[in-house]
């Protein structure tokens, strides 16, 4: 039997990404990617991005957070589950625990300070971005990453030539677009993701920039598929117009699940403001896990 089966878990939303928050404090299991996909099959708990939390490891920090895609794969960030996982940590009655200072909670790409705003609004740093092509990372070398080149060409997209590239704690390719919406993302995305020029995969993103403080995104994610919100790929995208000055260094970026400010501080740091969302809560079922210990 799995040591996840009977476990509680929280099924949140960040602007319609969906996002469960499964508690491991306290055990030293490690979530396998059989049992990350067994999770996301079931329709009660399904995710875009599964956010399991763990003792801390740094000290100062309030948990060690691991992301899992829906295939199984891991992921180095994600806001919007960054969001959720904060509101648990202080507002539900089994999770939270008395915090007296903003939370700190880290990732294998770092450290996530995060900010109350409100009951459901959180601010979450995602840090400074990544934009030598290493650490994006790209195959290729690049001496600036505002423009790359891809090996994919689609002979019904012809015009989506170069693209971006930013890490936000992980990949992202940004295509600048007239309109966000005129793309097929199920057929294009998973082309661009498994890019040869991109050793890690990487989101995929259509960006239409309406103004020097708006942007309209959609987001194909790696490991996960089109998603209604995508908050690193938001923080990626604005940090890409900004150094191609397509906009300036604060914009709203319209998801199809609402509406995240994003700033690109002085210091380098990138803040992401959004509200989260409680659905429901459950209980893993032992028959999810059958075959995936």
Known sequence: MS??????????????????????RGSLHRVSPAE??????????????????????????????RIYNTDGSESGACGNGTRCVAWAMT??????RPVDRDLVLETKAGLLPVERVSDRVFTVD???????????????????????????RLTNAPELQGPSAVSMGNPHVIFWVEDALAYDLGAIGP???????????????????????????????????ATRACGSAACATLVAAARKGLTGRRAVVAL??????IEWRADNHVLMTGPTELEHEGILSPALFTGAA
């Open 3 to 24: 040591a996840l089966s009977n476990s509680r878990f929280l099924k949140m939303n960040g602007l319609g990404n969906e996002i469960t928050v499964l508690d491991l």
């Open 36 to 65: 990350a996909r067994a999770i996301a099959a079931d329709p009660r708990s399904r995710f875009d991005q599964l956010m399991v939390l763990h003792d801390p490891v740094t000290p100062g920090t309030d948990a060690y957070m």
């Open 91 to 96: 507002v539900d009655p089994v999770m939270s």
């Open 126 to 152: 995602m840090g400074p971005p990544r934009l030598a092509w290493n650490d994006i990372p790209l195959r290729d070398p690049y001496p600036d990453t505002r423009t790359i080149a891809l090996d994919t």
């Open 191 to 225: 082309v661009f993701e498994h890019d040869p020029a991109l050793p890690e995969r990487a989101n995929i993103s259509f960006a239409q920039v309406t103004g020097p403080e708006h942007i309209v995104l959609r987001v194909w994610e790696r490991g996960a598929g």
């Open 256 to 261: 199809p699940g609402g509406d995240l400010v």
